[in-house]
């Protein structure tokens, strides 16, 4: 069993300082919200909803007794009337809607807040449905993947190396990977050892979205899924490939739009605006690094139960990690991240644009060393395509001294960006 690694983040000094509201904390499964809750929050009391109609109970020191839901929301009810600390109900989509009303009512007189916790797809649109009897009691929280700065942090400060920091916090951000690996050495080599557990895992947790819906994981979701990490990010592609599968019934490129964008609500799937990309405006991928990477290799683990090859894993993790940098860098300068696919093939891996949608800065991403006339040879093609300013991410460092370059940043470098960010994401909690 690997030791335990904890990746501190920025949600919980938010969480913290807000706690004395009425929140709802959503966002898909295994992102870490149950963690923050009973780490940051100092509640009084702790209800999770059971799949079984029954509820667990829970207070400070005073163990866990399992209760059905009337009892349940008694006790619920009755801790927001005495104002002795935070109630959370964990697992808040699976609390029947006839209790909403009891909760509304009970929201006049609290004096103590109240977090409610959900994982589903429309658990955030229910809540604030101008139809809810909870609509305007409650302020929505989304808990995304681990903030890329935040576990760049904390991987450093388990004593990773720079560049093992930065190239781990690809898929530490999907912090349950953290409870079946030990975070060390290249991080391809590690999943491929340990596919044949965290495929399965993977799948598992993109069924149990769908699950929480009341229905099945549909055929068409899980082939979108797969024919992303496959590397189709046209909708137009998907839904070719939808229908010659026979599971849309039409290849038009609103065949797949409709099941990107329930798929995006999820958490699942995000899209990356393109810059000057000839015939398309957005670029689909996963949202998860993790399950991309995991997804790519199902195919090969659960039909031949053989392990990947780190070679294949390592050539999608390249891809992986410039999304992910971009992000960092996009905080960095308060800017949006964007891609750029140009013709012949060639990519622009980070595009920075304005609120203008006006590109700013090029950066070309490395996970090795590159050498001075490679990287300026990349910025020169960067500005030919009219971005001001070109940035080389090299995580082995740029040898030599090369001209024409407007930033240069190794694996020690993004660290102290890393370190910056975190820093500045708790103070613009505090009140």
């Known amino acids: 069993m ?92 699976r609390l029947p809607e006839r209790y909403w009303d009891l909760l509304a009512v009970a929201g006049q007189e609290a004096e103590a807040g109240l977090i409610a916790c959900g994982s589903s797809l429309g658990i955030a649109t229910r809540v604030f449905d101008q139809r809810s009897p909870l609509l305007g009691l409650f302020e929505a929280f989304r808990v995304d993947l681990v903030d890329v700065a935040d576990a760049v942090v904390s991987l450093r400060g388990r004593g990773l190396s720079p560049r093992e920091a930065v190239l781990w916090s690809v898929v530490a951000r999907d912090p349950w990977l953290l409870m079946h690996v030990e975070p060390r050495g290249e991080p391809w080599r590690v999943l491929a050892q340990h596919a044949r557990g965290l495929v399965p895992a993977a799948r598992g947790l993109v069924g149990e979205v769908f699950v929480e819906e009341e229905r099945q994981l549909s055929r068409v979701y899980d082939a979108v899924l797969q024919l992303l990490a496959k590397g189709y990010w046209r909708a137009g592609d998907i839904a070719a490939r939808l229908y010659a599968a026979g599971l849309v019934s039409s290849p038009q490129p609103g065949s797949a739009t409709g099941v990107l964008r329930v798929l995006e609500e999820m958490g699942l799937v995000e899209k990356v605006p393109l810059w000057r990309t000839r015939g398309a405006r957005v670029y689909y991928r996963h949202r998860s690094p993790l399950v991309s990477l995991l997804y790519q290799v199902a195919d090969a683990v659960e039909e031949l139960g053989a392990a990947p090859s780190p070679e294949a894993l390592r050539a999608r993790y390249g891809v992986e990690l410039q999304f992910t940098l971009g992000e960092l860098l996009a905080k960095r300068h308060g800017m949006r991240r964007a891609y750029s696919i140009q013709s012949l093939g060639r990519d622009v891996d980070v595009v920075l644009l304005d609120r203008g949608g006006r590109a700013g800065w090029g950066y070309e991403v490395k996970m090795g060393s590159v050498t001075a006339y490679d990287a300026e040879s990349a910025a020169a093609w960067i500005r030919s395509l009219g971005i001001p300013r070109a940035g080389i991410v090299a995580l082995g460092g740029v040898a030599g001294e090369p001209r024409g370059l407007d930033e240069s940043l190794d694996a020690e470098a993004l660290v102290e960006e890393a370190e910056k960010l975190s820093r500045r994401a708790r103070e613009q909690t505090a009140p």
């Open 2 to 93: 690997p030791s335990k690694v904890v990746l501190e983040r920025w949600e919980c000094s938010y969480l913290a300082e807000r706690s004395g509201g009425w929140l709802l904390v959503y966002g898909r499964r295994k992102t870490g919200k149950t963690w923050l809750l009973r780490r940051c929050v100092e509640w009084s009391l702790y209800a999770t909803v059971a799949r079984s109609g029954e509820c667990i109970l829970e207070e400070p020191g005073g163990g866990r007794r399992i209760a059905g839901l009337g009892e349940c929301m008694d006790a619920v009810v009755d801790g927001l009337r005495r104002g002795r600390g935070t109630v959370v109900i964990d697992e808040f989509q």
